[in-house]
Each structure stands twice: as C-alpha cells, then as structure tokens.
C-alpha cells in the first residue's frame, strides 16, 4: 500500500496530515519568531501615528532640506489618528504659518514635505517671487558671501539665497538667477480647511503651483529636524553636520 491510500473517511493519508503538519510549522514559526514580528509590528503603528523619520528624495526644499537628509517628523504634532489611515481620533492643533510639514499630496497620494505659507481664509500672492500674504510683502536679504559657501549646495552660482521675512518669520529660500514662469501666480484665497504649501527652492517645487490646496485630514506631522544625513553625490558620504541640525 503506498502513502497515497484511501483513509476511512475519503481522503488519502498525505492530505489528512497536511493539516496538522500546517499546523504544527506555523505554530513553531510563530514561537521562534514572534518577538520580532510583535516589534515590527509596534514599529510601524508608532511610525504612523507618533513618530517618524522620512527620507528626503527631492530638492524642492533646498537650501533648507537637502536630498539625502532623514527628516524627524512628530505625528502627533495637530492630531491622534487611527494607525496607516488619514481617519483623525483626536485633534490637538493646527499648523502655523512658516511649519514645513508632512502630508499625502491630493494629486497622486505620494508623502509630501513643504512650507506651510497660507492658511485658511489667507490671500497669497507671489509676484517675481516675492511673497505677499494679506497685502503684506515679504523683505528679501542676500546670505553673506561666508554663508551661501557653507552650504551643501551644487552649482550654487547659478542660483540667489535670500533670507524671506513676513510677519515676523524668516527662512532661508532660493531662486534660480534667471526669470522662471513659476515665480507668479494669484492672488489667491485659501479655502476654509484648506492650506497652501510652498518648496524653499522656489522655482523647482512641485507645490500649490501643480497639486493646489492641501486639506487639513491630509496634514500628517511637523518636521522638526534632521536625524542624520547621507550624500549620494558623494560616494554615498554621511554629510556629519547635518546630524541632528533644527528645522526652521
């Protein structure tokens, strides 16, 4: 008789001892791995909903957040919300004006990192890239010559590094020497519920100029800093001045 043959009940032995064999292999899977699996499994709902730290594939935040940098992200910065979904629990606040925060863009649900520069019922203008918010125009400053050469920047000649100051805020932004189509549009006033987002790097950020207004539910966390930073230009080197560095 081989092990193919008819068990009392119709089935052959081989298939009546597949399931306890099934059984019996995810249960040791599970001993042996469980601990791991238990970690992973915290790591991702403290990720989505506490804390997290984003890799920075784009310069559209330039001089501020370079490609490469590992940006520090506080989830839980405007709201608690149900693990993996934009489903909000609890609300704690709501971003301020100059925040670069972190949010699923409308057009095609890819994570996003800009500038906050409109809030709901703001008018914004730029106009030759300059910034007008509620009729007040924004004062621009040339870094210092010592300035614009620390900075981990390629071809920085082909580009102007002014200090922005509205309301109070200063940041750091940069233009390209010549003039772009990107550098006006508005004015225009942002909806109720609705936020406007601006890249540093003013005429290379896939902003409110191509996705439009950003939702509040979308609005994930607060970048705060940078926990380390890696040079993919540079034969894959750790630029180490930019461990731990604020956002601002």
């Known amino acids: 008789?081989?092990?193919?043959?008819?068990?009392?009940?119709?089935?052959?032995?081989?298939?009546?001892?597949?399931?306890?064999?099934?059984?019996?292999?995810?249960?040791?899977?599970?001993?042996?791995?469980?601990?791991?699996?238990?970690?992973?499994?915290?790591?991702?709902?403290?990720?989505?909903?506490?804390?997290?730290?984003?890799?920075?594939?784009?310069?559209?935040?330039?001089?501020?957040?370079?490609?490469?940098?590992?940006?520090?992200?506080?989830?839980?910065?405007?709201?608690?919300?149900?693990?993996?979904t934009l489903q909000r629990i609890a609300w704690f606040s709501d971003p301020e004006r100059s925040d670069i925060v972190t949010f699923v863009s409308p057009e095609d649900e890819r994570l996003f990192i800009k500038r906050t520069i409109g809030l709901p019922g703001d008018v914004v203008e730029l106009a030759g890239n300059v910034l007008i918010i509620n009729g007040e125009r924004a004062s621009y400053t040339p870094l210092s010559d010592d300035a614009v050469a620390e900075l981990d920047i390629e071809s920085k000649h082909r580009y102007r590094f002014l200090t922005e100051t509205i309301f109070g805020q200063k940041r750091t932004v940069m233009l390209r020497r010549t003039r772009s189509p990107y550098s006006t549009f508005g004015p225009v006033t942002v909806p109720e519920g609705m936020y406007l987002m601006l890249g540093d790097n003013r005429d290379n950020s896939g902003d409110y100029r191509r996705i439009g207004f950003v939702s509040r539910e979308r609005i994930l966390g607060h970048a705060h800093g940078i926990a380390f930073s890696w040079d993919y230009m540079e034969l894959e080197a750790p630029r180490l001045d930019r461990f731990f560095e604020d956002l601002h």
């Open 1 to 84: 008789m081989t092990d193919d043959s008819i068990s009392p009940d119709g089935k052959t032995s081989a298939s009546a001892n597949a399931g306890p064999i099934s059984r019996f292999l995810a249960s040791r899977f599970w001993r042996e791995w469980r601990g791991f699996i238990i970690f992973v499994i915290v790591m991702l709902i403290f990720r989505s909903i506490i804390a997290d730290w984003n890799q920075v594939p784009s310069g559209s935040m330039k001089p501020s957040i370079l490609e490469g940098d590992r940006v520090m992200v506080d989830k839980m910065a405007f709201d608690l919300r149900v693990p993996f």
